[in-house]
Antibody, heavy 118, light 110 residues
Framework: EIQLVESGGDLVPPGGSLRLSCAAA????????MSWVRQPPGKGLQWVALIHSDGSPTYADSVKGRFTISKDYSRNLLYLQMSSLRAEDTALYYCARSCGGAWCLSNWGQGTLVTVSS | QSALTQPPSASGSPGQSVTISCTGTSSDIGTYNSVSWYQQHPGKAPKLIIYDVTKRPSGVPDRFSGSKSANTASLTVSGLQAEDEADYYC??????????FGGGTKLTVL
């Protein structure tokens, strides 16, 4: 069974940093597209970042230069390193596995909450 | 990276059919067949119900169907059931290596 479990969400002051983790089970994060998607409280879904099957990353303009997506093949983990956090980054962050093509998200975790506030 | 446009709400009675639209541009929906639809119940993670415009993942009832015409994609839910009441989001390859979502549609089963 495919499972994704996010962790690392916390309350962080503006300008702070945080690293989110996503533990994958039932498949290997190697050679597959993986994404982070966020959902601000009471609002819709926003794509944040994608890591290609070859390990190359791509980011939404709103987080480019501040967030870094990466994979640890040996531990089967996906990461999102976030820095220079802003109030508008407050959201529930989901990791998601692509279903083949990059832009189809077939499996989602339950999310981890990031709150940016002083 | 403008969001795709969805109606904020839709409704129908049990057994009826409802169609939710998702309007983009010639740079996203109009160019790519990478349109997906997600169902999200309150407090739950999104669930993929349609991908590549018309395909259904294993286990998704055939009451859910997708289509596309020019810059607009549509999700049709036939034979509405109480458990279909949820938020629905469309997404599309936005070109330039990005994914864009619609703002979401709250489907109410009357």
């Amino acid at each position: 069974e495919i499972q994704l479990v996010e962790s690392g969400g916390d309350l962080v002051p503006p300008g702070g940093s945080l690293r989110l983790s996503c533990a994958a089970a039932g498949f290997s994060v190697n050679n597959i597209y993986m994404s982070w998607v966020r959902q601000p409280p009471g609002k819709g879904l926003q794509w944040v970042a994608l890591i290609h099957s070859d390990g190359s990353p791509t980011y939404a303009d709103s987080v480019k230069g501040r967030f870094t997506i990466s994979k640890d093949y040996s531990r089967n983990l996906l990461y999102l390193q976030m820095s220079s956090l802003r109030a508008e980054d407050t959201a529930l962050y989901y990791c998601a596995r692509s279903c083949g093509g990059a832009w189809c998200l077939s499996n989602w975790g339950q999310g981890t909450l990031v709150t940016v506030s002083s | 990276q403008s969001a795709l446009t969805q109606p904020p709400s839709a409704s129908g009675s049990p057994g009826q059919s409802v169609t939710i639209s998702c309007t983009g541009t010639s740079s996203d929906i109009g160019t790519y067949n990478s349109v997906s639809w997600y169902q999200q119940h309150p407090g739950k993670a999104p669930k993929l119900i349609i991908y590549d415009v018309t395909k259904r993942p294993s286990g998704v009832p055939d009451r859910f169907s997708g289509s596309k015409s020019a810059n607009t994609a549509s999700l049709t839910v036939s034979g509405l059931q109480a458990e279909d009441e949820a938020d629905y989001y469309c997404s599309s390859d936005g070109g330039r290596n990005n994914l864009i979502f619609g703002g979401g549609t709250k489907l109410t089963v009357l």
